[in-house]
């Protein structure tokens, strides 16, 4: 059990690795121009040299989704708990909510510039848009599965809908609530890039552009590495805070 699991926790890392050396091998063996695909070592290079540059925008790149996606988790929850306790409002909202996700949320860039002006507003504005619905859909499908029978039970106890939602339903949906947070700060780094490439003079987005206009391929590559960073440390933060509040709902996974 044990090498197992040391194995889980090292496979990531040599896989990264394994990555990497491939994509040097690949780089020096055919000689790839550094102004079409740079090597890891440009990269690396590239990242040392501008490293105060990529940090600043870095910082701004990370508070800005961090604000959007605080209102996210606050709007899904509240749509999601809605939606889920109620058969009314699940046909009603779902469909339309579906057809607003299909939307693409780089066509309301323009959009929010216009109302807020270039700046935080549309970058903070685009990683809520992007990221709201899979809380939502995860914290109303919680609640929207909750065994009729259980419900039954819990009524002849003397609970009322209130009570089977809040004790039971909320609890119950927080695997399906950290599952979507996981997907939804991935999503929200996507959002602050995009209004970053388009409606800002800082961030990692306007760092991309400028490298791009630049010729600095490693230089915008390095600031592509910087998000996946941050998105993946906020990923696995979520993913510790799982495991330390939903043991219980892994269970099973852990005795196979």
């Known amino acids: 059990m044990k090498h197992q699991k040391r194995l889980e926790r090292w496979a990531p890392w040599v896989l990264l690795l394994a990555v990497v050396i491939v994509w040097q091998v690949v780089c020096s063996a055919f000689e790839v121009s ?4 740079p090597s890891p070592l440009r ?7 501008f ?10 790149t990370f508070w800005v989704t961090m604000v959007g996606f605080g209102l996210a988790i606050v709007v899904g929850v509240l749509l999601g708990f809605v939606i889920g306790s109620s058969r009314l409002a699940y046909a009603a909202m779902y469909p339309l909510m579906t057809a607003f996700n299909a939307l693409p949320k780089a066509a309301f860039v323009p959009i929010l510039v216009v109302w807020f002006g270039i700046g935080v507003g549309p970058a903070v504005l685009t990683a809520f848009l992007i990221s709201f619905f899979p809380i939502t859909v995860n914290i109303a499908t919680g609640l929207a599965t909750l065994e009729p029978e259980l419900e039954d039970v819990l009524r002849v106890l ?3 809908r209130w009570d089977v939602l809040v004790k039971v339903g909320l609890p119950r949906s927080l695997p399906h609530f950290y599952g979507s947070l996981k ?3 991935t999503l929200a780094f996507v959002g602050t890039t995009v209004s970053e490439m388009n409606a800002a003079n ?6 991309l552009v400028s490298a791009g206009s630049a010729m600095q391929m ?4 390095a600031g592509l590495v910087a998000v996946g960073i941050m998105a993946m440390v906020m990923y696995e933060l979520f993913a510790w805070i799982e495991k330390r509040t939903t043991a219980w709902a892994h269970r099973g996974s852990h005795a196979a």
């Open 202 to 207: 800082e961030g990692i987005g306007y760092l």
């Open 158 to 160: 003397g609970a009322k």
């Open 51 to 60: 490293r105060g540059e990529i940090l600043r925008h870095s910082w701004r």
């Open 34 to 37: 550094e102004f079409i695909f």
């Open 43 to 49: 990269i690396w290079d590239q990242f040392l040299e």
């Open 218 to 221: 490693g230089l915008a590559f």
């Open 183 to 185: 997907v939804a700060i």
